[in-house]
């Protein structure tokens, strides 16, 4: 089947880029009575007035509010998890990979649930942070249509430069909410974000209709469950009620280690609003992360293994003793994360900040993740199972930018302690860097002075 948007429609006409970006820049910069202001859409405009109140950065990236494991959970139990594939099969018919736009059902927050569609153009927006998990509201990113559509309670289109946040205005985006076909609850949102024909008309009919036809479904579906429901009821059944009480469900503490740029690691723990923060030693940072990273156990020996190498002779008595005082500790400011032994074990997830930037390059968020990267993972430890994590975060983060990053991002990466004298990364900086450009100077100089030490 052929793709919607494979097609080229003429774009309604518009206020010039150059104006637009002259009535944004007076905005941010403090003079909201600009008289350029007066030529932008209404729409937008007053967008533009609430992300300023809200004091929404220019240049700042979305906020990730879930994590790889709550997204999972939260999207599983999601009314529209139920009509994601007629949102595919309307949206992005044929190959995705090659449809020229990138597809997004959010929540009714601004949450990005899902997000797929073309390859090219899911890498290059997911440097701005336009990933799963990302609160692309109003209040978090500004002007963009997700979070206005929700906004406004209407389908809406942004262009280019009518974003406020400067880090999104390459593109432009339709997006329309959808509701609960009996409250009018908003449930979520729907989103086409690309190039022009991402803002045609054809493609804000397009995405109306998808929002129709999904209302419609969840409409039909509901229905067909209550008729079930009768059936089964209007049946005489021999067995007794239950008796069982339902279970009771509470929001769990959530853990997270930090490793990355520092040595003394930070256990945070969030509880029911509040956090608490903890500097671990190194030897315990070593042991929670080896545990963290190897979820279904270690024998003893094994742990040994990864936390002492070949230092300790007496490592199995050594690692005893260091366990017993783990246990010490973590009785005292996490009690759910005691180990627990045969093998050795967490029972509760522990995340930590470096499988947290390896979820984002999986997720095609490089920008984020360049932003999350905060040096190496617990630099000073010779723990083996802590060098294999260290080497793991360092060559997926490069090879995921040098493959795919944009030169903005990688350019950012240049001016790491990882990507520093990294010459490959350089001379891909200045392949992609326009032949005019003032930033490729600065890129020659670095070259020569590696090839000069080389």
Same mark, same amino acid.
């Given at each position: 089947?052929?793709?919607?948007?494979?097609?080229?429609?003429?774009?309604?006409?518009?206020? @010039?880029?150059?104006?637009? #970006?002259?009535?944004?820049?007076?905005?941010?910069?403090?003079?909201?009575?600009?008289?350029?202001?007066?030529?932008?859409?209404?729409?937008?405009?007053?967008?533009?007035?609430?992300?300023?109140?809200?004091?929404?950065?220019?240049?700042?990236?979305?906020?990730?509010?879930?994590?790889?494991?709550?997204? #999972?959970?939260?999207?599983?139990?999601?009314?529209?998890?139920?009509?994601?594939?007629?949102?595919?099969?309307?949206?992005?018919?044929?190959?995705?990979?090659?449809?020229?736009?990138?597809?997004?059902?959010?929540?009714?927050?601004?949450?990005?649930?899902?997000?797929?569609?073309?390859?090219?153009?899911?890498?290059?927006?997911?440097?701005?942070?336009?990933?799963?998990?990302?609160?692309?509201?109003?209040?978090?990113?500004?002007?963009?249509?997700?979070?206005?559509?929700?906004?406004?309670?209407?389908?809406?289109?942004?262009?280019?430069?009518?974003?406020?946040?400067?880090?999104?205005?390459?593109?432009?985006?339709?997006?329309?909410?959808?509701?609960?076909?009996?409250?009018?609850?908003?449930?979520?949102?729907?989103?086409?974000?690309? #190039? =022009?024909?991402?803002?045609?008309?054809? =493609?804000?009919?397009?995405?109306?209709?998808?929002?129709?036809?999904?209302?419609?479904?969840?409409?039909?579906?509901?229905?067909?469950?209550?008729?079930?429901?009768?059936?089964?009821?209007?049946?005489?059944? @021999?067995?007794?009620? @239950?008796?069982?009480?339902?279970?009771?469900?509470?929001?769990?503490?959530?853990?997270?280690?930090?490793?990355?740029?520092?040595?003394? =690691?930070?256990?945070?723990?969030?509880?029911?609003?509040?956090?608490?923060?903890?500097?671990?030693?190194?030897?315990?940072?070593?042991?929670?992360?080896?545990?963290?990273?190897?979820?279904?156990?270690?024998?003893?020996?094994?742990?040994?293994?990864?936390?002492?190498?070949?230092?300790?002779?007496?490592?199995?008595?050594?690692?005893?003793?260091?366990?017993?005082?783990?246990?010490?500790?973590?009785?005292?400011?996490?009690?759910?994360?005691?180990?627990?032994?045969?093998?050795?074990?967490?029972?509760? #997830?522990?995340?930590?900040?470096?499988?947290?930037?390896?979820?984002?390059?999986?997720?095609?968020?490089?920008?984020?993740?360049?932003?999350?990267?905060?040096?190496?993972? /617990?630099?000073?430890?010779?723990?083996?199972?802590?060098?294999?994590?260290?080497?793991?975060?360092?060559?997926?983060?490069?090879?995921?930018?040098?493959?795919?990053?944009?030169?903005?991002?990688?350019?950012?990466?240049?001016?790491?302690?990882?990507?520093?004298?990294?010459?490959?990364?350089?001379?891909?900086?200045?392949?992609? /860097?326009?032949?005019?450009?003032?930033?490729?100077?600065?890129?020659?100089?670095?070259?020569?002075?590696?090839? =000069?030490?080389?």
């Amino acid at each position: 089947m052929t793709s919607p948007w494979s097609a080229r429609f003429e774009v309604a006409p518009a206020t @010039s880029r150059l104006l637009i #970006e002259r009535a944004h820049d007076e905005l941010v910069a403090g003079n909201p009575e600009d008289h350029r202001l007066a030529d932008i859409r209404p729409l937008v405009r007053e967008s533009w007035r609430r992300s300023l109140q809200s004091f929404v950065g220019a240049e700042d990236l979305p906020p990730l509010d879930l994590s790889a494991e709550e997204l #999972e959970q939260y999207r599983r139990a999601h009314p529209l998890a139920s009509v994601i594939d007629m949102v595919r099969a309307l949206l992005l018919p044929g190959t995705p990979e090659d449809s020229g736009v990138a597809v997004a059902v959010g929540d009714a927050a601004g949450r990005l649930l899902w997000v797929e569609g073309d390859r090219r153009v899911r890498s290059l927006t997911g440097d701005m942070g336009f990933v799963e998990g990302a609160n692309w509201s109003e209040d978090a990113v500004g002007t963009a249509a997700p979070g206005t559509a929700l906004r406004l309670d209407r389908s809406v289109q942004i262009r280019g430069a009518e974003h406020y946040n400067r880090l999104v205005q390459p593109w432009s985006c339709t997006a329309a909410p959808v509701h609960d076909p009996e409250t009018r609850r908003i449930l979520g949102v729907i989103d086409v974000t690309g #190039e =022009a024909e991402a803002v045609t008309p054809q =493609a804000q009919l397009l995405v109306d209709a998808t929002v129709r036809a999904v209302e419609g479904e969840l409409l039909v579906a509901r229905l067909r469950a209550r008729a079930q429901d009768a059936a089964r009821a209007s049946r005489p059944s @021999s067995r007794p009620p @239950s008796s069982r009480p339902s279970a009771r469900t509470t929001e769990a503490d959530r853990f997270t280690l930090r490793v990355l740029g520092r040595d003394r =690691a930070l256990l945070e723990v969030a509880r029911e609003g509040t956090e608490t923060v903890t500097e671990l030693s190194p030897r315990h940072a070593e042991l929670l992360l080896v545990l963290a990273t190897h979820r279904q156990g270690l024998s003893a020996e094994r742990l040994g293994d990864l936390v002492y190498g070949e230092d300790a002779g007496s490592s199995a008595v050594t690692l005893r003793a260091e366990m017993v005082r783990l246990r010490r500790a973590l009785e005292r400011t996490a009690p759910a994360l005691v180990p627990a032994s045969r093998p050795y074990r967490l029972t509760v #997830e522990l995340e930590t900040d470096a499988h947290q930037v390896l979820s984002l390059l999986h997720r095609g968020a490089h920008r984020v993740a360049l932003a999350a990267f905060h040096g190496d993972v /617990l630099p000073d430890s010779v723990a083996p199972g802590v060098a294999e994590v260290r080497e793991t975060v360092r060559t997926s983060l490069r090879d995921a930018l040098m493959t795919e990053a944009s030169v903005d991002v990688l350019l950012a990466f240049a001016d790491t302690d990882l990507g520093h004298d990294d010459a490959e990364l350089l001379e891909l900086c200045l392949r992609m /860097l326009p032949a005019r450009s003032p930033k490729r100077a600065p890129l020659v100089a670095r070259l020569e002075r590696l090839a =000069a030490h080389g």
